[in-house]
């Protein structure tokens, strides 16, 4: 019963396949779908800063050349840092895009994650309670970045 059944599906298979793909077949047209695209509109959130004036997060500002936003540190841009830390932070990989040394996150990979991921956690909440200014972060040696009268 088995084999017949599987047959019959082959079959049907066999049969859809064979048939006339014009009745249901779509199809796009190309020029149409340039048309679209000339006369959409830009609606990113830098064209929205920079049309309006809005400020989403103090400290922040649009980049002249690209339009990306970026901080007042030195071109470090705080919601970069924050990311890198969220997702990464365990590798030291915000430590290494805000300019520390070599040494600093290889610190945080040999202690499992910046002593088993308290660091970056520390880290992180440094980042967003200082998000205004993150220039005492950028090209700072130390392994516990907030330590120190950086503040």
């Known amino acids: 019963m088995k084999k017949v059944l599987l047959t019959l599906c082959l079959g049907a298979m066999v049969i859809a396949a064979k048939a006339d793909p014009g009745q249901n077949a779509y ?3 190309d020029q149409q ?14 064209n929205l800063v920079q049309n309006t004036g809005l400020s989403l997060m103090p400290g922040l500002a649009t980049n002249a050349s690209n339009g990306a936003l970026v901080s007042d540190a030195g071109g470090k841009s705080f919601v970069a840092a924050l ?17 520390t040394k070599t040494m600093t996150w290889v610190g ?6 910046g002593i088993f991921g308290i660091v970056p956690l520390v880290d992180l909440v440094v980042l967003i309670v200082h998000n205004e200014d993150i220039s005492p972060y950028v090209n700072n040696p130390k ?6 009268g950086n503040m």
């Open 33 to 46: 779908v340039e048309s679209v695209f000339q006369h959409s509109v830009n609606a990113s959130i830098t």
């Open 27 to 29: 199809t796009v047209n």
């Open 108 to 113: 945080y990979i040999l202690t499992c994650g």
């Open 83 to 99: 990311l890198l830390d969220l997702f990464l932070g365990g590798l030291g990989i915000h430590r290494l895009y805000l300019g």
């Open 143 to 148: 392994f516990f970045m907030w330590a120190g």
